[in-house]
């Protein structure tokens, strides 16, 4: 089994900045592709952004694009996603999900993700 631990996330006025952080303990065999969810309330899960592990760039939903960056700053079974220019659209639960199977595609869909991570809240202010 796999568990993701993130950590971040709170509470800023919309024009700020906030940073998530996950990290893949336990049989982290292979080479992952890490990524960020979110829900917001009353609201379907979406995808935010994925990386791949060697194999391929950063992904990212369009309503992110340029003001959001997911890297793995301490190896691949890590994943941070620095959040800037945020909006109060952008509220929501933040869920970090990982896969270790091989493949180059479906970063953007949930269902290709095998581990996901609690969640951890932001809130953007007016």
């Known amino acids: 089994q796999v568990q993701l631990t993130e950590s971040g996330g709170g509470t800023v006025q919309a024009g700020g900045s906030l940073s998530l952080s996950c990290a893949a303990s336990?049989?982290?065999?292979?080479?992952?592709?890490m990524g960020w969810f979110r829900q917001a309330p009353g609201k379907e899960r979406e995808f935010v952004a994925a990386?791949?592990?060697?194999?391929?760039?950063?992904l990212y939903a369009d309503s992110v694009k340029g003001r959001f960056t997911i890297s793995t700053p301490n190896g691949k079974n890590t994943a941070a996603l620095q959040m800037s220019s945020l909006k109060p659209e952008d509220t929501a639960v933040y869920y970090c999900?990982?896969?270790?199977?091989?493949?180059?595609?479906?970063?953007?869909?949930?269902?290709?993700?095998?581990?996901w991570g609690q969640g951890t809240q932001v809130t953007v202010s007016s």
């Open positions: 999900a990982a896969d270790f199977r091989f493949g180059t595609t479906g970063y953007s869909n949930s269902q290709r993700y095998r581990y």
């Open positions: 336990g049989r982290t065999q292979g080479n992952p592709v």
């Open positions: 990386i791949p592990w060697n194999r391929g760039s950063p």
